[in-house]
């Protein structure tokens, strides 16, 4: 079992930043592929980020957004940069087995999420 939780979340101005931050407990994160998701009121669930040994992002975030490890920290990272209105939502954490996998949604585990509210 792994045991995932977010932090970092907050509101800010848009083109303002924030990092999040994913701590796991349980399982060394080495193992996994990891991924950020995120939700907005009255939408799905959509993929933002994924890292195993290589990355893949969404679209709507490349050039923005960049994800990162820690191993030793066993945490994840989520640097948001030049951050949008549209960007607000609560985002998540999760492990899988492959980017791959990660990247389609099929995760194992996921956290609480946090908020990220973006004032215009």
């Known amino acids: 079992q792994v045991q995932l939780v977010e932090s970092g979340g907050g509101l800010v101005q848009a083109g303002g930043s924030l990092r999040l931050s994913c701590a796991a407990s349980?399982?060394?994160?080495?193992?996994?592929?990891m991924g950020w998701f995120r939700q907005a009121p009255g939408k799905e669930r959509e993929f933002v980020a994924a890292?195993?040994?290589?990355?893949n992002y969404a679209d709507s975030v490349k050039g923005r957004f960049t994800i990162s490890r820690d191993n030793a920290k066993n945490t994840v990272y989520l640097q948001m940069n030049s951050l949008k209105p549209e960007d607000a939502a609560v985002y998540y954490c999760?492990?899988?087995?492959?980017?791959?996998?990660?990247?389609?949604?099929?995760?194992?585990?996921w956290g609480q999420g946090t908020q990220v509210t973006v004032s215009s």
């Open positions: 999760a492990a899988g087995g492959t980017i791959v996998a990660v990247t389609r949604n099929e995760c194992d585990y």
């Open positions: 349980g399982r060394t994160l080495s193992r996994y592929a």
């Open positions: 890292i195993r040994w290589s990355t």
